[in-house]
C-alpha cells in the first residue's frame, strides 16, 4: 500500500539556520505530493504542492522537489524564523482527485530566536 | 486560509455515550473527507463522499462510526458507543475535485473521552 516516511520528529534550530526534513515515499500509483503545516490549535495548512515528476513547489520561502528517481520530496528553507515553529507533513495523494491524503508522521519544527 | 467550519471544537464524552460532530465544507467543494489524527500526530483516513455519496471508507471499528454528508445539511460523523481509544482530534476537509485538488482542512473537533 502507499506511504510516507518522514524519519525526523524533531528538529530545533536557531534563526537564520537551514532547514531540511526528509520525506520519501512509496506508492504503485501517480502521486501528487504535498507539504502542509499545522499550528497549535489548529488544522493542517497546505504549505506548498507538486504534480508533476521533478517539479519544485515553493511558498513563503520553502522549496521541495519533486524526485521521482529516489521517490523523494524533502522540504527546505534557507533561513527559517521563529514563526516557522509548527509541525510539518509530508503527505500523499495517488488515485486521482477523489483520493484520500496518506500523511507522514510529521516532523515539530522549534525554532529560538 | 480554510473557510472549512467544524462544531464543536471541544467534545467530552463518558465510554458508551454517543459523541456527533459537525463540518461545512467551503462552499462549492463537493468532496469532503474525514481524518482522525491521535495524540502521536498520526492521521488515519476514516472516509470521503462526493456530494451525498460514499467513495471510500474503512473498516471502522465494529461499525460504531456512522457518517453522512446529507443535502442543504452539514455533514457529520458520530460514534455510536465512544471508547477512550477513540480520543483523538477529528478533522474534516473538503476539495473541489480539481485534477489534483488541494484539500482544505478545518480546525478540527478534539474528543475527548474519560
Known amino acids: 500500500g502507499d506511504s510516507v516516511i518522514q524519519m525526523q520528529g524533531q528538529v530545533t534550530l536557531s534563526e537564520n539556520d537551514f532547514l531540511f526534513i526528509n520525506c520519501t515515499y512509496s506508492t504503485t500509483g501517480y502521486p501528487t505530493l504535498f507539504w502542509y503545516v499545522q499550528y497549535s490549535g489548529e488544522g493542517p495548512q497546505l504549505l506548498l504542492q507538486v504534480t508533476t515528476a521533478n517539479n519544485k513547489g515553493s511558498s513563503r520561502g520553502f522549496e521541495a522537489t519533486y524526485d521521482k528517481g529516489t521517490t523523494s520530496f524533502h522540504l527546505q528553507k534557507t533561513s527559517v524564523q521563529e514563526i516557522d515553529s509548527a509541525v510539518y507533513y509530508c503527505?500523499?495523494?495517488?488515485?486521482?482527485?477523489?483520493?484520500?491524503?496518506?500523511f507522514g508522521k510529521g516532523t515539530k519544527l522549534s525554532v529560538k530566536s | 486560509n480554510s473557510k472549512v467550519i467544524q462544531t464543536p471544537r471541544y467534545l467530552v464524552k463518558g465510554q458508551g455515550q454517543k459523541a456527533k460532530m459537525r463540518c461545512i465544507p467551503e462552499?462549492?467543494?463537493?468532496?469532503v473527507f474525514w481524518y482522525q489524527q491521535n495524540k502521536n500526530n498520526e492521521f488515519k483516513f476514516l472516509i470521503n463522499?462526493?456530494?451525498?455519496?460514499?467513495?471510500?471508507q474503512i473498516d471502522m471499528t465494529e461499525k460504531r462510526f456512522s457518517a453522512e454528508c446529507p443535502s442543504n445539511s452539514p455533514c457529520s460523523l458520530e460514534i455510536q458507543s465512544s471508547e477512550a481509544g477513540d480520543s483523538a482530534l477529528y478533522l474534516c476537509a473538503s476539495s473541489d475535485r480539481g485534477l489534483y485538488a488541494e484539500q482544505f482542512f478545518g480546525p478540527g473537533t478534539r474528543l475527548t473521552v474519560l
Open positions: 503527505a500523499m495523494g495517488s488515485g486521482g482527485s477523489n483520493a484520500k491524503l496518506t
Open positions: 463522499f462526493q456530494n451525498q455519496e460514499v467513495l471510500q
Open positions: 462552499k462549492g467543494h463537493p468532496v
